[in-house]
Nanobody, 127 residues
Framework: VQLQASGGGLVQTGASLRLACVGSGRTFSSFAIGWFRQAPGKEREFVAA?????????EYTDSVKGRFTISRDNVRNTAYLQMNSLKPEDTAIYYC????????????????????WGQGTQVTVSS
């Protein structure tokens, strides 16, 4: 599957952005999806994940709980990351990732869990 992430930008503290990850090439609904981010000089870290079914299991890293929401629309082959109350520490390149062949309800927070990666979209939050 090919993944295309978009929706990043430059915003002020407290603003919102919605990232989108469009999948193509294989049945999007068969993939678990994750969002990761990488700030300059830091390791790529887990942000959020959703199981293969819309409305299914989700998982978030502690620093974004209550501010970010992951969702998906399998008809549009798209996963979303709604980011509210953005902070300067959220500044990073955001990547979406997909894992094939998982059963319903499975999510992954480890980079090694994912088979496929998108190219990333830059999110910059100014103070």
């Amino acid at each position: 599957v090919q993944l295309q992430a978009s929706g990043g930008g430059l915003v002020q503290t407290g603003a919102s952005l919605r990232l989108a990850c469009v999948g193509s090439g294989r049945t999007f609904s068969s993939f678990a999806i994750g969002w990761f981010r990488q700030a300059p000089g830091k390791e790529r870290e887990f942000v959020a994940a959703i199981s293969r079914n819309p409305g299914g299991r989700t998982e978030y890293t502690d620093s974004v709980k209550g501010r970010f929401t992951i969702s998906r629309d399998n008809v549009r082959n798209t996963a979303y990351l709604q980011m509210n109350s953005l902070k300067p520490e959220d500044t990073a390149i955001y990547y979406c990732a997909a894992r094939a062949g998982v059963v319903f309800g499975v999510v992954g927070a480890d980079r090694a869990f994912y088979n496929y990666w998108g190219q990333g979209t830059q999110v910059t939050v100014s103070s």
